[in-house]
């Protein structure tokens, strides 16, 4: 049996990490699971020596203990973000050595497989890079405008249906609940001087008559329709009510999918894609960390397995 263990950096709650620790637990591979913005220095405690193969030494979280130099593949999942250090300036400085330190160890391990890594999810988290990328590898994508200009916003508005989507989905409240920002349809009389307090991402409105999920892992894609209730824009406003079928990806925009991947140096993406009567794909964004765990169980797509068979087995070339 090989020996050599795979980490999974994610949250004290992750469910669909636990599908895949699961998996690999079955298959007998080592798995050592933490979480560096929460678990660091304590209780996981980094020993990491620099030697002519690059970094070793050893990596314990509790009574385990993994090689470094051994790490077949690191998963990053949900992993809390490194603390700031807000207050006193010793504890500000040490919060910096502990995310350039642990996590600069953590991204430099040699002949480590990494789904993804965590500097390649960052960067492919920036709607621009996305669309022009998209666009780069051949996929179809909406006119696009990313103004803080009220009358360019206006102006882009009036020339064809359109809706506006938040460049970040970050944590939203509304009178102390939690809330979503969705891409929602908007008019030329309803842009203000609003727009000129932040960036804003407007894009041409695409006639969808359904959406398509495809999660790629590797260069493994899976794809599920989802089909939501009529006038529905943004069908994540509407878990409860959307049905779902796995569908083939066209092999044009399976070519398209890995080479985007490829470019940002991503392991894993999920792709959002709205679909046209005629039967044409129009990317609207990849999010490089994105959940799949429902669509699995909603579509019957065996995303788990193939996250597990590339976690396993090393990558040279990765």
Same mark, same amino acid.
């Given at each position: 049996?090989?020996? #050599? ?22 298959? #007998? ?45 690191? %998963? ?31 991204g430099a391990l040699p002949g480590c497989l990494y789904l993804s ?8 988290? %920036? ?97 599920? #329709? ?12 509407? %878990? ?73 087995? #090393?990558?040279?070339?990765?």
């Open positions: 049996m090989d020996g #050599r263990p795979v980490l999974v950096c994610t949250e004290f709650e992750d469910a669909t990490a636990d599908l895949v620790i699961a998996e690999l637990n079955r298959r #007998r591979v080592p798995v050592l699971r933490f979480d560096p913005g929460r678990d660091f220095p304590a209780p996981v405690v980094l020993a990491a020596r620099l030697g002519a193969g690059g970094w070793g030494g050893r990596l314990t979280v509790g009574e385990r203990t993994a090689d470094l130099s051994a790490v077949r593949a690191l %998963y990053h999942r949900r992993a809390s973000p490194y603390p700031t250090g807000s207050g006193e300036q010793a504890a500000r400085f040490a919060a910096q050595e502990n995310r350039r330190g642990l996590g600069g160890v953590l890594h965590p500097q390649a999810i960052a960067r492919a988290e %920036y709607k621009p890079a996305q669309l022009d990328a998209a666009a780069r590898v051949g996929l179809t994508v909406p006119a696009t405008l990313i103004t803080s200009d009220p009358m360019e916003a206006r102006a882009f508005c009036a020339a064809q249906p359109t809706i506006y989507k938040p460049l970040h989905a970050g944590a939203y409240e509304v009178d102390g609940e939690p809330a979503g920002i969705w891409a929602a349809p908007v008019e030329a009389g309803e842009v203000d001087g609003a727009v000129s307090h932040s960036a804003h991402l407007f894009q041409a409105q695409v006639p969808k008559v359904a959406d398509v999920r495809a999660v790629v892992v590797g260069e493994w894609v899976f794809s599920a #329709r989802i089909t939501a209730p009529p006038g529905v824009v943004d069908w994540r406003a509407e %878990y409860q009510s959307l049905t779902y079928e796995p569908v083939a990806c066209p092999d044009g925009i399976r070519g398209a999918l890995v080479r985007f991947l490829a470019a940002f140096g991503l392991n894993f993406g999920a792709f959002d894609f709205a679909v046209t009567g005629d039967g044409a794909w129009w990317f609207l964004e990849c999010n490089p960390n994105g959940q799949w765990a429902w669509l699995e169980d909603a579509a019957g797509l065996p995303i788990t397995h193939a996250i597990a068979d590339l976690l396993e087995k #090393r990558s040279e070339s990765a």
